[in-house]
């Protein structure tokens, strides 16, 4: 069980695109759906798409049981439905991935707008809304999502992961790191998905008026454990 992952929202784009990669660098995945027939749809498009992967579609309930890691994929608007549905499930000592944006559409529109969270983040909301013992760890905001569904496609971008524990954000990033061209970057504490989350919107924008796939690059990085144990502070 902990050497897969689950993706509740695996029928969506970020979802079943991070599905793809994962699957392609030989980590086991559950799709999970509120439609038990959209996600066996949804696994079956994976594996067609990587013979060699391993992929399954569950409910979200039964998927959310499967993996130690469980990414959390959906729109803002279905963000809280989904964790009070978990919430008899999910079980201590889990991590969850948020990678909920603050957005909401205008009328007739896209969802590019940014949103307040009260709580400061969506990731924040999802820590208060996950049982205890459930870790919640923000990341993969600004990964294009139709570049990870396109397996030809190559990245060179940094991946912002915040959390409360440094172990949890390194084994969340060994496991988003699988995919090559993908670094992760250690930007803090949960509250900080408050500024990472947002950014969002701006490569919205940004690739819109490019007609591009952009993304984030943190330069001027030492060379080593980007997730290194804090330091006992001295007495």
């Known amino acids: 069980m902990a050497d897969g992952v ?9 979802g079943f695109g991070l599905a793809v990669r994962l699957g392609a660098a030989g980590v086991p995945v559950t799709l999970g759906s509120r439609d038990a027939g959209r996600a066996e749809e949804a696994a ?3 594996a067609e798409k990587v013979q060699s992967g391993t992929f399954r579609g569950l ?7 499967a993996a130690d890691v469980v990414f959390l994929c959906v729109p803002l608007r279905n963000q809280a439905e989904n964790l009070l549905n978990l919430r008899d ?19 007739g ?18 820590q208060e809304m996950v049982p205890d013992g459930v870790r919640v760890v ?27 524990r440094r172990d949890d954000k390194r084994r969340v990033a060994e496991l988003i790191e699988r995919i090559d061209g993908l670094r992760c970057v250690d930007a803090g504490p949960l509250e ?18 490019y007609k591009t796939h ?10 080593g454990d980007r997730f290194p144990p804090l330091k006992p502070k001295p007495r």
């Open 6 to 14: 689950s993706i509740i929202g695996g029928t969506g784009a970020l």
């Open 44 to 46: 079956s498009r994976a």
């Open 59 to 65: 409910v979200n309930a039964e998927a959310a049981t």
């Open 89 to 107: 499930v999910l079980r201590e000592g889990q991590i969850l991935v948020d990678a909920t944006v603050p957005l909401a559409a205008p009328l």
């Open 109 to 126: 529109g896209k969802a590019t707008r940014t949103i307040g969270i009260w709580q400061g983040s969506c990731a924040q909301q999802a």
């Open 138 to 164: 923000s990341a993969l905001h600004t990964v294009a999502a139709p570049l990870l569904s396109d397996l030809d496609a190559t990245f060179e971008e940094d991946v912002l992961v915040c959390g409360a």
């Open 192 to 209: 900080m998905a408050r500024l990472v989350e947002p950014l969002t919107a701006l490569l919205i924008g940004i690739n819109g008026r």
């Open 214 to 223: 952009a993304g984030i690059r943190i330069t001027g990085l030492p060379e």
